[in-house]
C-alpha cells in the first residue's frame, strides 16, 4: 500500500473515530435527558399513589458524571418507615452510550441504541441483609436495560437466589422482563419465580409459594390517569402451622383490572384460590370478586395514615378529642363526596356436594351538611344503601366439617354441626330472615333510607336487630 494510501486511511479512520465519539457524545446527552425524564414521571407516579404521606417518597439522581462513552449515576430512594425513621436506598446505574454501547456488544447485541443500562443497589441501609446472603461481590438483584433512540426501552430484571443460614427464606431467584413505549406510555411486565418459602420466627408459621407467573400492562396519560391489568398464577400455595394440619392451595390465581381518572380509582379484583386442601383432603374451590367505584384514592389514604396515627397512640382505647373528631369528619368528607360504591361480587365456595355463597353491596352518597360531627355518625348519614345476599349448603358444609375430623369425634361433630344447622336456619326461617331453598338456607337483606328489608319484609333497625338478638338468646 502506498503512503498516499496509508494516509488516506489512517483519516477515514479518523473521521469516523471522530464521528462516532460525536454520536456517542451525543447519545449521552439524549440519555441524560431521557434519565432525568424518567426520574420526573416517578416522582409524579409516587405523588399520586402516596398523595397523603408526609414526607413523600422521593426519587433523587444523587450523582451524575456523564462521559464520552459511558456514564456513571447514582440515585437514592427517600422514605419514611413505619417506625417514623427517614431511610434511603441507594442504587447504582452504569450506563454506556450509543449508538452501539460496548457493554451490549459485548452480549452479542448488536442492534444501535442510545444506552445500555445495568443498575443494582447499593450496599448498605435495608439492602444490607440481602448483600449478606449473597456470594461476595455479587448484588442481589439486577436491572439491565435497552434504551432505543426512540425512547423505546427493553429490560430484565434478574432476582438472585437467596437462602438464608437459619432457612427462615429460601428464594429461588426470577427473572422480570418489562418492555416501556413511550408513544403509548405502555408499560407491559412478566416474570416467573420458582419459589419463594418463608419461617416467621415468632408464631413458627412456614408459608411456601411455588409457580408463580404474572403479567401485566399499564397505560398511562396525564399526570395520573392510567388504565391497567394485571394477572398471577401459583401452581401450588402451602401453609403450615404448628399443631394444625398442613393447608394448601393448588393452582389460586389473581386477576386485577384498574382504572383511574383524576383522584378517582375503580378497580375488579378477583382471586380464585384454587383447589383448597386440609391434610391433602380436597375441600372444593373457593373464589372472590371485589369491585370498588368511584374512591377517592388521595382522600382514603389521608383518611387511613389519620386513623393509623389514633390507633399507635400510648392508649389506643382513649377517647378521641373533639379535635380528632373534626379531623377525621373533615378527611372522611372529600371520601364520601365521590360517592363510593364498594361491591362483593361473589364469595363462592364450591365442592361436590353443594355451593355456598356470600354477596354484598355498599353503597354511599354526599354526607349531608347536617351531618353528625362523629365518624360513625357521618358515615351513616351518607349510607344510599347496604345489602347483603347469603346461600348456605348443608350438605356442603356437613362434607367440610366431615373431611378436617378425624377420629371417633368425627361422626358426633357432623351430628352436632347438622343439628346446630337445623335448630338456627329453621329460627331464622320462622322469623322471617331466611328461608328455605332445596338443601339450601338463603337469606336476602337490605338497608336504605332508614329501614331494613329483610327477604321482602319491611322493619325498623330496631326492630331487626331484637330478632337478631332474640335468635341468639340475647332478647327479653
Not at 42 to 47: F, L, P
Not at 452 to 476: H, I, K, Y
Request: glycine residues 10%; aromatic residues 8%.
Amino acid at each position: 500500500m502506498s503512503h498516499r494510501s496509508l494516509k488516506t486511511a489512517a483519516g477515514l479512520v479518523a473521521a469516523l473515530a471522530l464521528a462516532y465519539t460525536g454520536a456517542s457524545w451525543y447519545a449521552g446527552r439524549l440519555a441524560q435527558d431521557r434519565v432525568e425524564d424518567w426520574v420526573e414521571q416517578a416522582n409524579q407516579e409516587i405523588a399520586a399513589q402516596w398523595a397523603s404521606a408526609d414526607p413523600r417518597p422521593v426519587l433523587t439522581i444523587q450523582a451524575y458524571r456523564r462521559g464520552v462513552f459511558s456514564s456513571d449515576i447514582r440515585y437514592g430512594f427517600q422514605f419514611r418507615d413505619e417506625d417514623g425513621r427517614d431511610q434511603t436506598l441507594g442504587l447504582h446505574d452504569a450506563l454506556a452510550h450509543g449508538p452501539w454501547p460496548w457493554a451490549a456488544v459485548r452480549q452479542g447485541e448488536w442492534r444501535p441504541a442510545a444506552a445500555w443500562s445495568l443498575i443494582e443497589p447499593l450496599p448498605g441501609g435495608l439492602w444490607q441483609p440481602w448483600f449478606d446472603a449473597q456470594p461476595a461481590g455479587t448484588a442481589p438483584w439486577t436491572l439491565r436495560s435497552r434504551i432505543g433512540f426512540d425512547g423505546r426501552v427493553a429490560a430484565q430484571w434478574r432476582l438472585e437466589p437467596v437462602r438464608l443460614a437459619d432457612n427462615r427464606l429460601d428464594f429461588s431467584g426470577g427473572l422480570v422482563r418489562i418492555d416501556y413505549d413511550p408513544e403509548t406510555r405502555e408499560t407491559a411486565v412478566s416474570g416467573r419465580i420458582d419459589r419463594l418459602a418463608a419461617v416467621d420466627a415468632d408464631s413458627g408459621v412456614r408459608a411456601r409459594f411455588e409457580g408463580l407467573d404474572f403479567d401485566g400492562r399499564t397505560t398511562r396519560s396525564g399526570e395520573t390517569d392510567l388504565q391497567s391489568r394485571q394477572h398471577a398464577r401459583f401452581g401450588e400455595v402451602r401453609v403450615d402451622v404448628p399443631d394444625a394440619p398442613p393447608v394448601a392451595f393448588i393452582g389460586p390465581s389473581l386477576s386485577s383490572d384498574t382504572v383511574r381518572i383524576g383522584g378517582l380509582l375503580d378497580s375488579r379484583l378477583a382471586y380464585d384460590l384454587g383447589q383448597l386442601q386440609v391434610d391433602r383432603q380436597d375441600l372444593g374451590r373457593i373464589t372472590l370478586a371485589l369491585t370498588a367505584e368511584h374512591l377517592d384514592v388521595a382522600g382514603l389514604q389521608a383518611l387511613a395514615d389519620a386513623l393509623g396515627q389514633l390507633n399507635r397512640r400510648e392508649d389506643p382505647d382513649e377517647e378521641l378529642s373533639e379535635q380528632d373528631r373534626q379531623r377525621l369528619c373533615a378527611l372522611a368528607v372529600p371520601v364520601l363526596a365521590a360517592g363510593p360504591r364498594l361491591t362483593l361480587d361473589a364469595l363462592r365456595w364450591e365442592t361436590p356436594q353443594g355451593t355456598s355463597e356470600l354477596k354484598a353491596l355498599a353503597e354511599f352518597r354526599p354526607a349531608p351538611e347536617d351531618a353528625p360531627q362523629d365518624l360513625g355518625g357521618l358515615i351513616e348519614s351518607a349510607i344510599r344503601q347496604l345489602s347483603a345476599h347469603l346461600s348456605l349448603s348443608k350438605p356442603m358444609l356437613l362434607q367440610v366439617v366431615r373431611q378436617t375430623q378425624h377420629g371417633e369425634g368425627a361422626d358426633m361433630a357432623v351430628a352436632l354441626t347438622s343439628m346446630l344447622f337445623d335448630q338456627y336456619a329453621g329460627r331464622l326461617e320462622r322469623q322471617g330472615l331466611a328461608q328455605r331453598r332445596g338443601d339450601a338456607t338463603e337469606a336476602d337483606y337490605r338497608y336504605a333510607d332508614g329501614q331494613v328489608t329483610a327477604n321482602g319484609r319491611t322493619m325498623s333497625p330496631a326492630e331487626f336487630a331484637a330478632q337478631f338478638g332474640d335468635l341468639a338468646g340475647l332478647g327479653q
